[in-house]
């Protein structure tokens, strides 16, 4: 008994700290807003200088011109991690405060959102790599003599995120398991 009380009290201690997370991911997009279109691009070339960066002169473009291609993509892109990210935390909270109100943390609900999350974390870093190799052959090649910079929405480390989530989804099997041997050990008394 007295572990179902930390149980529930560790997840009411989660419960706020991913509430704020979240909160404060809604107020920094709110601050933040993700800029597509036009937008005035200075190029730089990059080089082994001390400060890494040479800048070369403005170029007399905006981020997308013509290219609308890449302008979607872009918006596309965002908006699918984006969409990714937030179902992560949203379904963290519904975890939680099922964790936080039930009796047991051992139910068919609990592993089901924990194999959301697991997928979601599995699918963000190879979504990250598909924007990274996709993105560049979207873009034409600039003027001869004119370097421009891009960057993409996704910056990762390649393999960490990917294997948190089959973590994730290890125990998700392993709570699985768990659900079953606890119905066996009901079904003997």
């Given at each position: 008994?007295?572990?179902?009380?930390?149980?529930?009290?560790?997840?009411?201690?989660?419960?706020?700290?991913v509430s704020v997370i979240l909160l404060l991911d809604i107020?920094?997009?709110?601050?933040?807003?993700?800029?597509?279109?036009?937008?005035?691009?200075?190029?730089?070339?990059?080089?082994?200088?001390?400060?890494?960066?040479?800048?070369?002169?403005?170029?007399?473009?905006?981020?997308?011109?013509?290219?609308?291609?890449?302008?979607?993509?872009?918006?596309?892109?965002?908006?699918?991690?984006?969409?990714?990210?937030?179902?992560?935390?949203?379904?963290?909270?519904?975890?939680?405060?099922?964790?936080?109100?039930?009796?047991?943390?051992?139910?068919?609900?609990?592993?089901?959102?924990?194999?959301?999350?697991?997928?979601?974390?599995?699918?963000?870093?190879?979504?990250?790599?598909?924007?990274?190799?996709?993105?560049?052959?979207?873009?034409?090649?600039?003027?001869?003599?004119?370097?421009?910079?891009?960057?993409?929405?996704?910056?990762?480390?390649?393999?960490f995120v990917f294997t948190a989530g089959l973590i994730v989804?290890?125990?998700?099997?392993?709570?699985?398991?768990?659900?079953?041997?606890?119905?066996?050990?009901?079904?003997?008394?």
């Amino acid at each position: 008994m007295e572990m179902a009380k930390k149980i529930k009290r560790t997840a009411v201690v989660m419960l706020v700290l991913v509430s704020v997370i979240l909160l404060l991911d809604i107020f920094f997009f709110a601050a933040h807003p993700p800029v597509f279109g036009a937008m005035p691009v200075d190029a730089m070339l990059v080089d082994d200088t001390p400060d890494g960066v040479i800048p070369i002169g403005p170029v007399d473009a905006t981020l997308y011109g013509s290219n609308t291609a890449l302008a979607i993509f872009d918006v596309f892109s965002f908006v699918i991690g984006i969409l990714l990210l937030l179902s992560m935390l949203a379904l963290s909270l519904i975890l939680l405060f099922s964790v936080k109100k039930d009796e047991s943390p051992f139910c068919r609900k609990n592993v089901k959102l924990l194999k959301g999350i697991a997928i979601a974390l599995i699918a963000f870093e190879p979504f990250g790599l598909l924007v990274q190799w996709v993105r560049p052959a979207l873009i034409p090649p600039p003027p001869s003599g004119e370097f421009m910079v891009f960057s993409t929405a996704f910056t990762t480390q390649t393999g960490f995120v990917f294997t948190a989530g089959l973590i994730v989804y290890c125990i998700a099997l392993v709570f699985e398991h768990g659900i079953s041997l606890q119905k066996q050990v009901d079904e003997t008394l």
